[in-house]
């Protein structure tokens, strides 16, 4: 749903009852928290990233030291991760060679069933970018007004492309097939693959990285997680079955506005009346950050108010949870040879 922030505000002022006073945030600083644990992911994931550029280099003869392979940036080819969780589903076989990519999938989805879409604003690199991007365009621009319909319109296309992924690799990719890619040369390198379309763009991605940039800066927002992300267009879907979610209380709201305002996906949470379900919300909590009034909002679990600090645990011990389960059933650790690496580089150029 839109939000015409000038329009919104101007009413919700207005229904400002002279009795309502706001008080003074009593928050935990979730912002800030969220804002740390997002850093420390970008930084373990560019760091990851050079090693895999010095890697990538040293198999080229360009350099004569390597770090190793790097895990993290497996998530570059979240759709050989996807592919894998269904294969590993299906058949009790697991990715031999990048097995890490099924882990940051699962990690995803289990972040979207536990805490919405918490994966999308808590940790993943890409979205910690855009959603950069998003707050200097809203500081740039103060974000163009877009209608409901268009926000709906804008905000789709993530879940169709989230659908038509799956069913490919549901329906359309046979797991034998998967299997036997584990053994071939481009798989070994899909993380490189991916990594190198960054760092050697070619003129289909800069025009597509070039309209992703211009409208995350033009409409203020993260428009690549709220209207493009395939994967977050899945974690949405998941995200509708979490039980955990903001709710707003109406008796202590002052309709002052500023949760709406504060909200990146523009989700019109001053006037909500549910549970903000909808796909579009990535638990980021800044319209909890944000808003003045005590217990206006709420966390809320199994109709149980959540601490705020609830959050930043939740994250923090799926993510290690999960990371230590993969490394114990050898879901983290992959074993391409260097041979395989050097056939598959010369293959991707
Ligand atoms: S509704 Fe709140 S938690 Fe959801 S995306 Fe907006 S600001 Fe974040
Ligand atoms: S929920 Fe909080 S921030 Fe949102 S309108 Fe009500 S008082 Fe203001």
Redesign the pocket.
Known sequence: MSVNQDSTETTAQAQVKPSDQAQPAKHFPIRGVRIAIRVLVLVLFLVDCIRLLILYLWAQNMVSINFGRPQLTAGLSPLAGLCDLWTWIRTGRMDPILPASMTIVILGLVMSLIF??SFC?WMCPIGTIFDGLGHIGHHIFRGIHVSARAQKILHAPKTILGIAVLGIVMIVIPSSVIISAWSTPFWAVSDMSVLRLFVRPGVPIIVVGACVLGASLLLGRNYWCVGLCPLGGIYGLVSKASPTV?VRNPEKCINCGA??K??????A?DT?TKP?R?V???????????CPKEDA?ELRAFGHTLPLIAAPLIVVAVWVGIWAISLAIGAWYGTPTTALIEVGLTMIG
């Open positions: 919405k879409r604003s903001v949760c709406s504060a909200c990146i996906n523009r989700i949470v909500s903000i909808t579009d919300c990535t638990g980021c909590l800044d319209c909890m950050a944000a909002l």
